[in-house]
Nanobody, 122 residues
Framework: QGQLVESGGGLVQAGGSLMLSCAAA????????WGWFRQVPGKEREFLAA??????ITYYANSVKGRFTISKDDGAMYLQMNTLKPEDTAIYYC?????????????????WGQGTQVTVSS
């Protein structure tokens, strides 16, 4: 219950694009905040983007602002990633929270996906 599943990762050349998807199992009406994070081995999980429902607000890390776009429909959440760089290589995770005071903080989220690998070659 509450499982999130990411898809869409893969290998892409620098300058290319990928779209990640995050599908949720079960009812999700109680989850007001949805986010994307990434992690490189040996480093902390890094916030990328988040959105809240009612009101609809989006948040972006400075490192991806203007290149990544978060969106959501009834079926899934998405992360469109453009102009990818080798430093974007990481495992990407989606997350959801019933309520997040600060959507950029990983500990605010109760639900997590298993992660999908994104590799950007130079």
């Amino acid at each position: 219950q509450g499982q999130l599943v990411e898809s869409g990762g893969g290998l892409v050349q620098a300058g290319g694009s990928l779209m990640l998807s995050c599908a949720a199992a079960g009812r999700t009406e109680s989850r007001s905040t949805w986010g994307w994070f990434r992690q490189v081995p040996g480093k902390e999980r890094e916030f990328l983007a988040a959105l809240t429902w009612r009101p609809f607000i989006t948040y972006y890390a400075n490192s991806v602002k203007g290149r990544f776009t978060i969106s959501k429909d009834d079926g899934a959440m998405y992360l469109q990633m453009n102009t990818l760089k080798p430093e974007d290589t990481a495992i990407y995770y989606c997350a959801a929270a019933r309520r997040a005071v600060d959507p950029s903080i990983a500990n605010e989220y109760e639900y997590w996906g298993q992660g999908t690998q994104v590799t950007v070659s130079s």
